[in-house]
Structure formats: C-alpha cells, structure tokens
C-alpha cells in the first residue's frame, strides 16, 4: 500500500470540511464524507494519474473532484502528498501563492 502523507494546509481543509459538514448535515454524514475522501485518497496514491494535470497552478500539482471538493496533490515516490482540498467554487490559483 502506497503511503498518504498530509500537509498543515490540508490537515486545515479537512478541519474546515468536518465543521462545516458536521454543522450542516450532522455528524453522520461527516463521518461519512470524510470516509469517502480518505477512501479517494488512497485510491489516489495506488493511481496518481488520475488525477488531471494543473499547469495553470504554482507547482503544477494534480486534482482529483470528490464530491463538492477538489483534492490537489502531488505523486512522490512513496505514493501521495495532499496539498490542499478546497470546495470547488473556490478560486484555486489564490490558494496556491
């Protein structure tokens, strides 16, 4: 199994997506949400390219939607780095600066 590691700017996503979810739509579907994203994330590390190519971000990352969220994230030789993962309303060039 290929290894998932998370940077801080992530781990605050996700905090931001539990809260938002858990007020929203109540403590089961956080649960559940934040399954299917961790689930789509070690899909990701086993298959990077499936995610699509954004040369128009700094560092030219991938992403991958899930959801009403967009996981951007890089391939490393031990599998997966997730940079960010933002609502996909978001302007995502001006979360990469």
């Known amino acids: 199994m290929k290894k998932v590691s998370?940077?801080?700017k992530a781990r605050a996503d996700?905090?931001?997506i539990s809260r938002h979810t858990d007020q929203k739509w109540g403590r089961q579907q956080r649960f559940k949400y934040l399954k299917q994203l961790g689930d789509r994330f070690a899909f990701l590390a086993e298959?990077?390219?499936m995610g699509k190519k954004r040369d128009e971000i700094v560092g030219a990352p991938f992403s991958y939607h899930e959801g009403r969220h967009v996981i951007f994230y890089?391939?490393?030789a031990e599998g997966i780095e997730i940079l960010?993962?933002?609502h996909d309303a978001m302007d995502f060039p001006r979360h990469f600066k």
């Open 6 to 8: 998370i940077t801080p």
């Open 14 to 16: 996700l905090r931001d």
């Open 47 to 49: 298959t990077p390219e």
């Open 74 to 76: 890089r391939a490393t």
């Open 84 to 86: 960010r993962v933002l």
